[in-house]
């Protein structure tokens, strides 16, 4: 299977940034993860404004 680059905005990287540290490593491990597969089994679009976050609490329990 073909293997992807991620390409890293700066806006993404300064938003990055501003999460707390402590989520940082699971979000690059995911971000990484898509390089190989950047479709995995039961992905879903998140869907929102463009300023809109979702906080990792929120997801907890969530696919």
Request: glycine content about 4%; some cysteine; overall charge positive.
């Amino acid at each position: 299977m073909a293997s992807y680059e991620i390409d890293w905005k700066s806006s993404a990287e300064r938003e990055l940034k501003c999460i707390d540290r402590q989520y940082i490593p699971k979000i690059l491990e995911k971000i990484k993860s898509l390089a190989e597969n950047p479709f995995p089994l039961h992905h879903r679009k998140l869907h929102g404004l463009e300023a809109s976050y979702r906080r990792p609490e929120e997801l907890v329990g969530r696919g």
